[in-house]
C-alpha cells in the first residue's frame, strides 16, 4: 500500500502546547499534503510538500519532510482549542491520486 | 466559488435500495475523486477520474458500486443493492489535475444502510 501512515494515533494536549504528528509512507512520492478534518466535516487542505522540499511553514504549522526515512511531521506551535480535529498526511506515488493515512486526532484542551 | 458540492448530505435507507451521490466539483477542476471514510477502515479512494474519464477504479470495492462522470461539472456514485455495510461518509473531491495540486473536498454525504 502506498498509504500514509500518521503516528500518535491520538493526541492530547493543553492549549498554549506544541503538537506534533508523525506521518510514514512506503514508497516514494512526488508530494505530500497534510489535511485536517473537524468532527462531521469534510478535509480541509493544510499544507503541501514536495518531495524536493525539507520544511515548510504556514503561520503556526511546520511541515518537515525526510526523503530517506519516508516520513513527514506536522508541528503545530502554541496550540488552540480550535486546533482540535484529526490530522491526515497524503501521498502520491500516482501523479494526481493521493492515499490517506488513518489520522492523527488531536485534542486540544482549554 | 462555492467548492465541491454533494448532495444529499445525509442519506437513510433500507438494505437492498439503490442509492446515488451527487457531486458537483470546483469549475475548471479536471480531476475527480471518490472518497469513502469509515471507522475500520479510514479513507479509502474509490475510484478517480481525469477530464470526465475514470482513470482508476480498483478501489471500487464491488461490482455493486458504480460512478459516472457524464460532464465536467457533474459526477454520481451508485450503489445498487445497498448493504448495511456500505455504511460510511463518501467524500467527493476535486483538483486541476496537475502533478501536486490540492484536493479539495465536499463536505461529505452521510449514509446509513439499515
Known amino acids: 500500500s502506498q498509504q500514509g501512515e500518521e503516528d500518535p494515533q491520538a493526541l492530547s494536549i493543553q492549549e498554549g502546547e506544541n503538537a506534533t504528528m508523525n506521518c510514514s509512507y512506503k514508497?516514494?512520492?512526488?508530494?505530500l499534503q497534510w489535511y485536517r478534518q473537524n468532527s462531521g466535516r469534510g478535509l480541509v487542505h493544510l499544507i503541501l510538500?514536495?518531495?524536493?522540499?525539507r520544511e515548510k511553514h504556514s503561520g503556526r504549522l511546520r511541515v518537515t519532510l525526510d526523503t530517506s526515512k519516508k516520513s513527514s511531521s506536522l508541528l503545530i506551535t502554541a496550540s488552540r482549542a480550535a486546533d482540535t480535529a484529526s490530522y491526515f498526511c497524503a501521498t502520491d506515488a500516482e501523479g494526481d491520486k493521493f492515499y490517506f493515512g488513518s489520522g492523527t486526532k488531536l485534542n486540544v484542551k482549554p | 466559488d462555492a467548492g465541491v458540492i454533494q448532495s444529499p448530505r445525509h442519506e437513510v435507507t433500507e438494505m437492498g435500495q439503490e442509492v446515488t451521490l451527487r457531486c458537483k466539483p470546483i469549475?475548471?477542476?479536471?480531476?475527480l475523486f471518490w472518497y469513502r471514510q469509515t471507522m475500520m477502515r479510514g479513507l479509502e479512494l474509490l475510484i478517480y477520474f481525469n477530464n470526465n474519464v475514470p482513470i482508476d477504479d480498483s478501489g471500487m470495492p464491488e461490482d455493486r458500486f458504480s460512478a459516472k462522470m457524464p460532464n465536467a461539472s457533474f459526477s454520481t456514485l451508485k450503489i445498487q443493492p445497498s448493504e448495511p455495510r456500505d455504511s460510511a461518509v463518501y467524500f467527493c473531491?476535486?483538483?486541476?489535475?496537475?502533478?501536486?495540486?490540492?484536493?479539495?473536498f465536499g463536505e461529505g454525504s452521510w449514509l446509513t444502510v439499515v
Open positions: 514508497t516514494s512520492i512526488n508530494n
Open positions: 469549475s475548471g477542476h479536471n480531476s
Open positions: 473531491a476535486s483538483s486541476l489535475g496537475q502533478n501536486g495540486n490540492t484536493i479539495y
Open positions: 510538500i514536495r518531495s524536493n522540499e
